[in-house]
Every structure is written in structure tokens, then in C-alpha cells.
């Protein structure tokens, strides 16, 4: 049951094939056996998961009709607060949080009668490029367990690519559904920011913080999109706006449609490997009926330094709640409420999120606010309106999702720039609040590499119609790690 995908198993719920708490044995089965050598869960919820499996399968046999994901497992990410379940952003700051509501995406996914499998590991509060950042320990990439699987969403990443579970929801502030998706051989979306509701998403940078859904196929992205999208009034950034139907569309021809590809993207900097597994990407995409158009995004080259700018700013504003006084780690014995705050935020957070702590603190301080976090809210228009002028002469704009596919275990953790500077494909988009996604698109070295997909505003269901298209005459999706059984 684990070789089927989203869209499959929810095919085979509805016909009888199986019932929701077999396919939920199987899978809890599986994480049980395999997870260890991933490390991709921090929290499995078997009990709970199979009673909403049992539910499931009574309103189907009592002849109700039900969505289409009702009875299916997925996966949170565990930046999702979960009523009654630990929620702890990979953190020894929120390793006893349990909260007593859920996130707007969690109920969502309760109303639509999904089963949870469990909450998945994942960078540090969102912090970092590679899943090494977490409190749990790294998460070890499936297609080769020596390295990286991406950050932030790590382990959401790992546990599809592993058949841990058909789908997970994940978070991305700079690529962190992006390049896990990439480098671990899946799809990946990034919706427009304010599509999905950031309520109940514990906080990173909420200017850039977007939820999203990771799985193995475009259709499947698209069904776990009509369950994530939904205007919010809890949250201020969502948009009222309707929500289409993300399958609808699916299987209507890409002819005539106009692709964009940035010359910026295409530089020094890019693997020459990933760059051909790129461009044979896009000449399949022109025999299917696509136009390419040279484009270019002359301020992209600025968006990694106006992000590391930005998102530290607004970490250090919401990471400024943890203070060991209301809930999350709290030191022993504080001497005076000095104290309490100083040790308490110095056990529980570990390096990279104090660094960025420090560098947003920095940059948001007297004397350094004009030189430094202004002017990079400045670029960042300026590589907002870089894309303005390119959807003006195209449809969707194409390239790598990461410069390399995935590298070892700490040969990046002495040199931050390096690391940040594997984000550098999917920034901008966040800056610019735009949707984008990675599909897996051929291999480097044994490693998958990703094909990055971006859409002008609210454009989610052109994205997945290339993309599916794109996987109809492919098998990139279909390909799974050695020894994945």
C-alpha cells in the first residue's frame, strides 16, 4: 500500500480495496520499523491516529459521503500546533509544549477526515538548510543516509520519500518545502503567502512563513491543497479570497504556454550536472506545447542578503516570547527574573537560532535600523517588482530548485554563508510573497535534483498543471530510494 500515492489510496479507500485502519497499521508499522535509520518523526500518534481510522471507516460504511482525503494518513510538520499532542518546533525550548488548541491547517485536515500519523522533525524553529539544527538529531536523507535531506521540513521530506507516509504538510520562510522536496526526490509547494493560514503555525519570520504541502506527485499536492487553502479570520495575513479546486484543471494541455527562464539562474554557482537535468526538463516541456523565453531578475542576486537581513529581524521580535516565564524550558533555581530569562533562553535554544537572534537584534537596534533592516525591505521590492515586469511576458517562470543536490552531513555547519547560500534559487519568491514548487526532475550523482516552478500570485493550479503534465510524461516522481520496499 505504500508504493501508491495519495490520489491512489484515496481511490482505493472509496472502492473498498482496503480499509483506513489496515492502510493506517501498515503505515504505523512501517515507522515503527524504519524510522530509526531516518529520525524523521519526533512524535507517532498510533492511538490516535488509529480511532480516527476507525471513525473514517464507519462514516464510509455507513454509507456517508465523504472528501476525498477522509480516511487517508499524513504527517504534520511539528510547527503546527496539535491540541493535545507535543508541538515542539525541533526545540529543547517547546520540548514539553503541549498546546491546548490546533492550527488552522490541522483542523482543516480534521474536518476533511484525514488520519495523523504523527508530527514530523525538522529544523530548529524553521532554522536552517539541512535538518541538522534540530534538538532530535538530524534527519538522514532516504536516497543516501550520509547526507542532508533539506531544511527546514526535513523530515516531513524524508518521511514521503522513505513511504513513511503519503503526504505531509511542511513550512517554508526561505525554500524550506522547496529544497527538501528537491534533494529528496518529491514534490513540493510553496502557495502565495496569505493562501494558507500561518494561525496556530508557530512563528519564524511572519512576513515570509507560508504553510504548504509536501508529496510525491502534483495531483496529489493539489487534493492536499483543497484541504491547506482556506481564508482565516484568526489570521490577519489570510486573503479572502475563493478557493478553487486544484485537480480541476490538472489534465488541460500546457500548449501555447509561455516559461520564463531567468539568466540569473542559470550562473557560475549552479552544479553544471543539476543545470543539464534542468534544461532536459524544460525541452520536455517543449514538446508538450510550452514557449521558452529568456528572462531575467536582475536583483536575485540580492536576495540572499536581504533575507539574512529580514527573516533574523522578525525571529528575534517572535522568538522574544520564550522566556521561561509562561510556557517552554524554564532554568532551575533562576536567581532573580534576570536570570530566569538569560539561562532559560540559553538551554533552550541551541546556535543557529541564537545566531540569528543575535544578527536580527543587531540589525533591528538604534544607529543600524536604516543601514541595515530598511534598506533590505528595499530590495526586497525592488526583487518584488523584477518579477512583476517578467510575468508581464510570461506565463510561469522555471530553473533549479538548488544549486547541488544533496551534500554530506556537516560539510556546510563551519561555514553558515555556504549553507545559506543553497537557499539562493528560492528566496526571492518568498520575499516577493509569490507560489512556488519543486518536482523532481533527474539526478546528480545518484542524488535527485528538482525543477523549480514559479507562479505569478494565486497562479497554485497553472503551476500544478505543468507540473502534472510535466510528470505524465516522466518517471522521475515514480522513483524511490534503494531499498525502499
Same mark, same amino acid.
Given at each position: ?52 481510522? +476507525? ?32 508541538? +515542539? ?37 524553521? $532554522? ?10 538530524? =534527519? ?37 518545502? /522547496? ?47 483543497? =484541504?491547506?487553502?482556506? #481564508? ?25 504556454? /509561455? ?66 516565564? /509562561? ?16 539561562? +532559560? ?9 541564537? /545566531? ?50 544533496? #551534500? ?10 555556504? $549553507? ?66
Amino acid at each position: 500500500m505504500h508504493d501508491k500515492t495519495l490520489a491512489q489510496l484515496s481511490a482505493g479507500l472509496a472502492s473498498g480495496e482496503f480499509s483506513s485502519v489496515e492502510l493506517t497499521r501498515h503505515f504505523l508499522d512501517r515507522i515503527q520499523r524504519l524510522d530509526a535509520t531516518y529520525n524523521s518523526f519526533i512524535t507517532v500518534t498510533g492511538s490516535e491516529a488509529l480511532a480516527a481510522a +476507525s471513525a473514517a471507516d464507519a462514516k464510509r460504511a455507513n454509507g456517508n459521503t465523504v472528501p476525498p482525503l477522509c480516511g487517508v494518513p499524513i504527517v504534520h510538520k511539528d510547527i503546527f500546533c496539535t491540541a493535545g499532542v507535543r508541538t +515542539s518546533c525541533a526545540s529543547k525550548m517547546l520540548d514539553n509544549f503541549i498546546p491546548p488548541y490546533s492550527a488552522t491547517v490541522v483542523e482543516n485536515f480534521i474536518d476533511a477526515g484525514a488520519v495523523v500519523l504523527g508530527k514530523t522533525n525538522m529544523d530548529e524553529f524553521a $532554522m536552517g538548510s539541512s535538518n541538522e539544527t534540530s534538538w532530535y538529531g538530524p =534527519v538522514h536523507n532516504p536516497w543516501d543516509t550520509d547526507t542532508v535531506p533539506g531544511g527546514s521540513s526535513g523530515g516531513s521530506a524524508a518521511a514521503v520519500a522513505a513511504r513513511l507516509t503519503p503526504a505531509a504538510t511542511a513550512s517554508d520562510t526561505g525554500g524550506s518545502i /522547496r529544497q527538501p522536496a528537491a534533494l529528496c526526490g518529491i514534490s513540493g509547494l510553496k502557495p502565495t503567502y496569505g493562501r494558507v493560514s500561518r494561525w496556530g503555525m508557530i512563528a519564524f519570520a511572519s512576513s515570509l512563513d507560508q504553510g504548504g504541502p509536501l508529496a510525491r506527485t502534483a495531483e496529489d499536492l493539489a487534493l492536499m491543497m483543497n =484541504v491547506m487553502a482556506s #481564508f482565516d479570520p484568526r489570521d490577519s495575513t489570510s486573503l479572502d479570497l475563493a478557493v478553487p479546486d486544484y485537480t480541476a484543471d490538472l489534465d488541460a494541455s500546457i500548449e501555447g504556454l /509561455r516559461i520564463g527562464i531567468p539568466k540569473e539562474y542559470f550562473d557560475a554557482g549552479l552544479n553544471p550536472k543539476t543545470a543539464e537535468a534542468v534544461q532536459n526538463a524544460i525541452r520536455e516541456l517543449e514538446k508538450l506545447g510550452a514557449t521558452v523565453h529568456d528572462i531575467s531578475l536582475p536583483h536575485s542576486s540580492l536576495s540572499v542578503p536581504a533575507y539574512y537581513v529580514i527573516a533574523p529581524a522578525e525571529a528575534s521580535a517572535n522568538l522574544s516570547r520564550f522566556d521561561g516565564v /509562561r510556557y517552554g524550558h524554564r532554568c532551575e533555581n533562576p536567581a532573580d527574573l534576570h536570570d530566569l530569562y538569560m539561562r +532559560s533562553r540559553a538551554e533552550g535554544f541551541g546556535d543557529e537560532v541564537k /545566531r540569528r537572534i543575535l544578527v536580527g537584534t543587531y540589525c533591528l537596534s538604534a544607529g543600524y535600523y536604516d543601514a541595515y533592516y530598511n534598506k533590505a525591505q528595499q530590495v526586497r521590492r525592488l526583487i518584488k517588482q523584477d518579477f512583476v515586469n517578467a510575468f508581464e511576458q510570461v506565463d510561469l517562470i522555471l530553473g533549479p530548485t538548488c544549486p547541488n543536490p544533496a #551534500f554530506a552531513f556537516g560539510s556546510k555547519g563551519d561555514n553558515p554563508v555556504a $549553507m545559506y547560500l543553497e537557499d539562493i534559487y528560492t528566496i526571492s519568491t518568498n520575499l516577493a510573497g509569490l507560489p512556488g514548487m519543486s518536482i523532481p526532475c533527474g539526478f546528480v550523482d545518484a542524488k535527485p535534483v528538482g525543477l523549480q516552478i514559479i507562479g505569478n500570485y494565486f497562479d497554485e493550479a497553472r503551476m500544478l498543471n505543468l507540473a502534472h503534465q510535466f510528470q505524465q510524461v516522466t518517471d522521475w516522481h515514480e522513483r524511490s530510494p534503494e531499498g525502499i520496499a
